[in-house]
C-alpha cells in the first residue's frame, strides 16, 4: 500500500482537462511544499513533470499545472493530447524521507 | 547534459546482497546542490524510495529497508552505489538511480533502469 492516494486510472478526451488527485497526511503532503509529480511511459524511466507543488521544470508544456489544498495535491492536464496517455505518479518530502502515491493511468480517448 | 547510467548484475540469489552502481556523467557528482537517489519498481507496479545521500555524506533510507541498505559515494570516480542485503524474491524489480535537486527535493533526471531478479 503506498503511502500516498491516488485514483488508480483517469481519462479524457483529446481537448479536455483531467484532474488527478494525491492525498497524504499532514506529515508529508500537508506539512512540506515539496510535492513533484512524474509521467512514465509504459518500459521508461519517470520524468518530472511538476515540483515544488506548482513549479514546472523547463521543457515541460504549460498544460501541466500542479496545486496544493491541505493534505491533497493534484495535478491538471489541460488540453489532453494522445502523448498525454502515460502513467502519472505524486511524491513527497515526508521529513527524511519521501513517499510515493501508487499511480494513476491516465487514458486519453 | 548530465547523464546516469546504472550497472550491475541483473540475477542475484536469494539471501545474497544486490550491488548496482550509478555513473554520473556530464558533470561532477559534488557540484551544485544535489541529492542522489535509489528508487525501484516491481513490475507492473509503483514506484518505491529507497533512499538518498548527499555528497557531504548525509544519509536517508526508507524505514522498512533501512536495516537490509548501504547507500554510499564515490566522488572520485563520480558513482553512487546502493547494497541491498538478504534480498529475496521481493526484491525484484527495476532500480533506478536519480538526481534529486535539493531547493526542490525532486527527482530531475533519471537513468534509465536496471532490471534485477532474484533467484535461485
Known amino acids: 500500500q503506498s503511502a500516498l492516494t491516488q485514483p488508480p486510472s483517469a481519462s479524457g478526451s483529446p481537448g479536455q482537462s483531467v484532474t488527478i488527485s494525491c492525498t497524504g497526511t499532514?506529515?508529508?503532503?500537508?506539512?512540506?511544499?515539496?510535492v513533484s509529480w512524474y509521467q512514465q511511459q509504459p518500459g521508461k524511466a519517470p520524468k518530472l513533470m511538476i515540483s515544488a507543488v506548482s513549479r514546472r521544470p523547463s521543457g515541460v508544456p504549460d498544460r501541466f499545472s500542479g496545486s496544493k489544498s491541505g493534505n491533497t495535491a493534484s495535478l491538471t492536464v489541460s488540453g489532453l493530447q494522445t502523448e498525454d496517455e502515460a502513467t502519472y505518479y505524486c511524491?513527497?518530502?515526508?521529513?527524511?524521507?519521501?513517499?510515493f502515491g501508487g499511480g494513476t493511468k491516465l487514458s486519453v480517448l | 547534459q548530465v547523464q546516469l547510467q546504472e550497472s550491475g548484475p541483473g540475477l542475484v540469489k536469494p539471501s545474497q546482497t544486490l550491488s548496482l552502481t550509478c555513473t554520473v556523467s556530464g558533470d561532477s557528482i559534488s557540484s551544485g546542490s544535489y541529492y542522489w537517489s535509489w528508487i525501484r519498481q516491481p513490475a507492473g507496479e509503483g514506484l518505491e524510495w529507497i533512499g538518498r545521500i548527499y555528497t557531504s555524506g548525509s544519509l536517508n533510507y526508507k524505514p522498512s529497508l533501512e536495516s537490509r541498505v548501504t547507500i554510499s559515494v564515490d566522488t572520485s570516480k563520480n558513482q553512487f552505489s546502493l547494497r541491498l542485503s538478504s534480498v529475496t524474491a521481493a526484491d525484484t524489480a527495476v532500480y533506478y538511480c536519480?538526481?534529486?535537486?535539493?531547493?526542490?527535493?525532486?527527482?530531475?533526471?533519471w537513468g534509465q533502469g536496471t532490471m534485477v531478479t532474484v533467484s535461485s
Open positions: 511524491c513527497s518530502y515526508a521529513g527524511s524521507k519521501v513517499v
Open positions: 499532514s506529515s508529508d503532503v500537508g506539512a512540506y511544499s515539496y
Open positions: 536519480a538526481r534529486v535537486q535539493a531547493d526542490v527535493d525532486a527527482f530531475d533526471i
